[in-house]
């Protein structure tokens, strides 16, 4: 059996907006923008998602971010992060929605990210599992 790789296929800035606190262990934390970049992928992120946070009493935040990204061509693709953040560092798993078929790799690969929040801002790198 062979041990499967992990491939860089591209970096992620997301702009993060309004908080929203419900109850002592939910936030709702609204994605406005940001931008993908990679070799052979490019997409802009559309205002309107968001990250539905359950923050833990030892510090640990469940992820559970949603939205939607924008290729130069006006493709639309819906994603879906899911992991954790320990202080400013996290780690998901992503997955991909996408009706074009130049963009099925995304929806027949399994990905990782790792990422770093800072302010209001947070970055990732994107991994596919070989």
Do not use: C
Not at 23 to 48: C, E, H, T, W, Y
Not at 56 to 78: F, N, Q
Request: cysteine-free; aromatic content about 10%.
């Amino acid at each position: 059996m062979q041990t499967p790789e992990l491939i860089p296929v591209f970096e992620a800035t997301i702009q993060l907006g309004e908080v929203q606190t419900v109850g002592d262990s939910r936030r709702i934390v609204q994605v406005v923008g940001g931008q993908f970049s990679g070799p052979n992928f490019q997409a802009k992120v559309l205002a309107g998602g968001g990250d539905w946070q359950v923050i833990h009493t030892d510090g640990r935040v469940e992820i559970d971010t949603r939205y939607t990204l924008e290729t130069p061509e006006g493709t639309l693709i819906y994603l879906q992060n899911k992991g954790m953040r320990l202080g400013t560092y996290m780690r998901t798993v992503s997955t991909f929605e996408v009706q074009d078929p130049n963009f099925t790799w995304l929806t027949e690969s399994l990905f990782i990210s790792t990422g770093r929040k800072e302010g209001d801002v947070v970055q990732h790198a994107f991994y596919r599992l070989s």
